[in-house]
């Protein structure tokens, strides 16, 4: 029998981690200047990007049944959705700094 458990939301983590009331009362300036002085942040997008953007879509995943330690399964699913993906995250990383 599986132990019962509480998933939040994405959604429901967001609103813990934002301050959505603070973000509403930004003026676009006030946006357009804290992505500016960001120097992380990615470029703004507007129009004439969207007219040259292209969707790429990713290659589709292959079912595959893989034996791991209980104990690395047990902390990737301890970081929340989507461990499957992270996992992938890793071998893909691992596997481009063989590629050299």
């Given at each position: 029998?599986k ?39 990615a ?58």
């Amino acid at each position: 029998m599986k132990p019962n458990r509480t998933i939040k939301q994405s959604s429901e983590l967001a609103v813990e981690r934002s301050d959505w009331h603070r973000v509403d009362r930004q003026t676009d300036e006030q946006i357009h200047r804290a992505i500016q002085s960001d120097p992380d942040a990615a470029p703004e997008v507007d129009a004439a990007w969207f007219k040259t953007a292209r969707v790429v879509m990713p290659e589709p995943k292959q079912a595959v049944s893989l034996r791991l330690d209980r104990d690395v399964v047990k902390w990737f699913k301890k970081q929340g959705p989507g461990y499957q993906t992270r996992i992938n995250a890793v071998l893909r990383t691992y596997v481009n700094s063989r590629r050299g």
